[in-house]
């Protein structure tokens, strides 16, 4: 019979940082960034389960849709991303046929990014996931809160340049 182990000790409690700490329940940045974080993960887990596509293929395909034969410039402008990330995701798409990328007939050095019909596709049933997951997110507030809460976002968005240096 091995012998009664002593019960562990409990490490002594870190006391508390004594300089000012974030209110996680009220700060801001901390807010958009955990719901980003978290709407994210699971939009990329349920899109590459049900459709083969991750949250930045999908974010890349909803703006080529709204917007076909942009350059990868105005992705990375819209979606936030450096060029090193989208260049290696549309390289993917590209291979796996989502996207098509042409020389610009009036600019050699701009290549022009569009959806393919396999994209098109992909979009049109992504969307539906997309659209769902929206309503369902949004279900706690009333119409008005939601228009309230878009508007708001929209006006955060438009004043991004306020910490980022480059006008959003």
């Known amino acids: 019979m ?51 596509v991750n949250v930045t293929e999908w974010r890349i395909m909803s703006l080529l849709a709204i917007e076909p034969g942009i350059p990868a410039s105005r992705i990375c402008q819209v979606i936030g991303f450096d060029k090193g990330p989208v260049s290696r995701t549309l390289a993917m798409m590209q291979k796996r046929g989502l996207i098509s990328v042409r020389t610009d007939p009036d600019d050699g050095r701009t290549h022009m990014i569009s959806l393919t019909t396999k994209g098109c596709a992909t979009h049109d049933q992504v969307i539906v996931a997309a659209f769902d997951r929206e309503r369902r997110l949004l279900s706690c507030l009333s119409h008005d809160e939601q228009e309230v809460l878009i508007d708001l976002l929209r006006r955060l968005h438009n004043n991004l340049g306020a910490v980022t240096g480059d006008g959003g």
């Open 2 to 52: 091995p012998p009664a182990s002593k019960p562990r000790r409990k490490p002594p409690a870190e006391s508390a940082h004594d300089g000012p700490t974030l209110d996680l329940e009220r700060y801001v940045p901390a807010f958009i960034t955990f719901i980003a974080n978290k709407l994210s993960n699971s939009a990329t887990a349920l899109y590459q389960r049900k459709f083969g």
